[in-house]
């Protein structure tokens, strides 16, 4: 098994083309064609973790935050990032980020936070948009049905709950053959019409390159007429944070003892108004205040979430609950939810293949402390 191997079962589960434009995910350090002998899981690829993944001989990390940021203009040991890079590339380990892929991915890492809570009919609470393309294609009538199951199979066609979805309207098509062409209908300077199929399918975003591959392929044509355009509306498997509701209604008392005890937080910060009992939940890992407006037009009583300012503590109200777990906190579960999914995908890739080795970190890479 190969590094690029890792990176498209996960690319199956995060696919890396729904990390958000800021972020820097993917294959950081190392060549994707090397062997992988061992990986190891962590939130964060700090010295410490390097050290661990040479004592374990694993030669991949996958890491929840990538490392590397933004530019590096020097790797020289002047801190924890180039510090970290140094030792991975001298020792021939590669490091990988998924981020805010498995952010956007529905079993991602607010779902984790979701079933900690024990969250019932939990959905996205902010579905992504501009995540879907249209391909409309010009099909001979003859080889449709071809064509049709070639997009199918990789991918196309795919809205929610629904597969093999598509719509068809039979039209006329005409070309004229230039002397250059090698024409599968038609003759070579002779007007050519007959019985076309306009086909439109949608599929997600990262399934571009395998549909119009399969179109290519398939289409009996030298030359495939088509057009592509990008969606705005928005994907219910594709988004930020996750809104649920909890089996009973609770006092907040209650519930912040079974948040206490599901992220094992050192403090809970809240905003103080609250006066109802707690029933809907809306939770997003790791720095969430961008998403406080979407929550409260949830009809959550509660949003757990990290990293929240002053000023934000201010939008909770009488019946809408502010919640603060601190940002190591609400994405610890993260860890476990990659190892679990790589250990499960990894057996059945090669199953006749000696099975590469997950492990969990054991360094805690969380970066605050609590003086109690």
């Not at 964060?44 to 996958?62: G, P, R, S, W, Y």
């Amino acid at each position: 098994m190969r590094v690029s191997d890792v990176m498209a079962i996960l690319d199956q589960w995060a696919p890396l083309a729904y990390s958000e434009d800021f972020d820097n995910t993917g294959l950081l350090v190392g060549d994707a064609s090397a062997e992988v002998r061992g990986i190891i899981v962590t939130l964060d690829t700090l010295e410490e973790v390097v050290d661990e993944a040479i004592a374990q001989k694993c030669n991949l990390i996958v890491s929840f935050h990538p490392i590397i940021f933004s530019g590096l203009k020097k790797i020289t040991p002047q801190d924890y990032t180039t510090r970290s890079v140094r030792k991975a590339i001298k020792n021939d380990i590669a490091i990988f980020a998924i981020h805010t892929a498995l952010d956007n991915a529905i079993f991602g890492v607010s779902a984790t936070m979701a079933q900690a809570l024990g969250l019932r009919n939990s959905r996205i609470l902010m579905p992504k948009e501009n995540v879907l393309t249209k391909l409309v294609t010009y099909i001979p009538q003859d080889s449709v049905a071809e064509v049709r199951d070639a997009l199918f199979a990789a991918g196309g066609g795919a809205i929610g709950h629904y597969d093999h979805c598509n719509f068809e309207v039979l039209g006329t098509g005409r070309f004229r053959p230039t002397d250059q062409a090698k024409p599968a209908i038609g003759h070579i300077g002779q007007n050519h019409s007959g019985p076309e199929v306009q086909m439109s399918i949608t599929f997600m975003a990262h399934l571009k390159t395998p549909v119009m591959d399969a179109l290519k392929l398939a289409h009996p044509y030298e030359e495939v007429a088509y057009d592509l355009t990008n969606l705005p509306q928005t994907c219910s498997e594709i988004g930020m944070g996750m809104v649920g509701d909890l089996a009973q209604p609770m006092t907040p008392n209650a519930f912040m003892d079974l948040v206490k005890n599901a992220f094992n937080c050192g403090v809970i910060k809240y905003s103080k108004e609250y006066q109802n009992q707690i029933q809907r939940v809306a939770v997003l890992g790791g720095s969430g205040s961008f998403a406080i407006d979407r929550a409260k037009a949830s009809k959550a009583d509660c949003y757990l979430t990290a990293d929240l300012k002053y000023h934000d503590f201010f939008k909770g109200e009488k019946d809408f609950l502010l919640a603060d777990i601190g940002h190591y906190e609400s994405e610890q579960h993260t860890k476990a939810l990659i190892v679990n999914y790589l250990s499960k995908k990894i057996t059945n890739f090669a199953p006749s293949l000696p099975p590469c080795k997950v492990i969990l970190s054991k360094v805690n890479t969380n970066p605050i402390s609590y003086y109690s």
